[in-house]
């Protein structure tokens, strides 16, 4: 009997159809920028309109609430998640999204899967003004095994050199506003499964402190900042997406050398899930700062001349610390007890 492709485990013909259809969702994605998209060996973008115009690239995945979508059979946002995710994290320098690239790593194609995860990606970049210019699905079923998935994005931006936002002027004295998060985000979920378990049955149960179901409140999708930001980079100093190592382990990264973040827990809302696995899970409180948002979605750092101006265009925003001079080890104080990522201060 001779050997084929598809017999070894990998559909040629599926997997071409699959990225046909994501082709489509791109399509109207691509602006006159683009010279050549999904389909090509490589995706071209013409940058133009910059004078002196500085790329800025990340590059992130789901991570395991892919488990969670998975078990739920909710696979329509979670491409939404990884490009806002990505969004966010090239906001962080003051750069626009320009395009983005995903890569789809799985046992077997399932085409509803797949185009389900692509329709989303595509959405996000629209929303945003991004194009989806490119991707990879590879079907690997000696990595992923059953129905496991990989799903990470590539983002590129840009920036006018002059326009670059590192945190360089940021100075003791200066507020940081909230901007809230609608949960975990695409953070802190092996921990969650841990506690919360991952079959539909564990995610369907519903508690009361959330007002439905624990997998609707870890489904809640990854909040994009940059449409509300990118009018106001002119009046703010820093910014800090408050992603993995939570707000101990990103806050700090903006703040030049000697400064610390200070935090007062009581001006901001955190989220019944963050309240719910603490308890459940018998979690430290330093932990949960380390590990999640804790409700802060991002963290904007500018003058106390530019608060109220900031606060009234933000939805949500609250004013919830200030940068203090660095004393000690800490680079992040709430509520007088000092962090640093890898322990209590």
């Known amino acids: 009997m001779k050997k084929t492709y598809a017999a070894a485990g990998v559909d040629i013909n599926l997997k071409s159809k699959v990225i046909s259809q994501i082709g489509k969702f791109a399509k109207p994605t691509l602006g006159p920028q683009v010279l050549s998209g999904i ?33 739920l059979g909710k696979l329509d946002t979670i491409g939404i998640d990884i490009v806002n995710h990505c969004v966010n994290d090239i906001l962080t320098c003051g750069a626009s999204p320009i395009f ?47 129905d496991d998935f990989d799903l990470a994005g590539i983002i590129v931006g840009v920036v006018e050199k002059d326009q670059i936002m590192l945190g360089k002027n940021i100075k003791a004295g200066d507020a940081i506003i909230a901007l809230p998060s609608s949960g975990l985000h695409t953070n ?20 009361p402190e959330l007002g439905g179901t624990v997998g609707a409140a870890l489904m809640k999708t990854h909040i994009c900042y940059y449409k509300q930001l990118k009018p106001l980079f002119p009046d703010i100093k820093g910014l800090a997406h408050i992603t993995g190592a939570g707000i101990i382990g ?8 000697g400064l610390a ?35 802060i979605g991002m963290a904007v750092i500018c003058t106390p001349q530019n ?32 962090y640093r990522q890898d322990k209590v201060a």
């Not at 060996?41 to 969670?68: A, H």
């Not at 109220?308 to 007088?336: C, H, M, S, W, Y």
Request: aromatic share 8%; hydrophobic share 40%; glycine share 14%.
């Open 307 to 338: 608060v109220k101006k900031l606060t009234g265009a933000l939805k949500g925003a609250k004013v919830v610390g200030e940068i203090v001079k660095q004393t000690g080890n800490a680079r992040v104080i709430i509520d007088g007890k000092g």
């Open 39 to 71: 389909g090509f060996f490589g995706g071209l973008y013409e940058l133009k309109d910059y004078k002196k115009p500085v790329l800025v690239s990340s590059v992130d995945s789901l991570g395991t609430k892919n488990k969670i979508a998975l078990a």
């Open 100 to 146: 983005f690239l995903d890569y789809i790593g799985i046992g077997k194609v399932v085409p509803d899967r797949v185009v389900a995860m692509g329709k989303g990606l595509a959405a996000a970049c629209k929303g945003v003004g991004c194009a989806l210019i490119g991707g990879e699905t590879a079907e690997l079923r000696d990595v992923y095994h059953g």
């Open 261 to 295: 973040a200070q935090l007062d827990s009581s001006k901001w809302s955190v989220p019944p899930i963050f309240s719910l696995l603490q308890k459940k899970g018998n979690i430290d409180t330093g932990e949960m700062y380390r590990v999640y948002n804790m409700g």
């Open 250 to 257: 990103n806050l700090p990264r903006p703040l030049p050398q």
């Open 188 to 207: 802190g979920y092996t921990l969650a499964r841990k506690i919360f378990g991952e079959t539909a049955a564990d995610l369907n149960k519903r508690y």
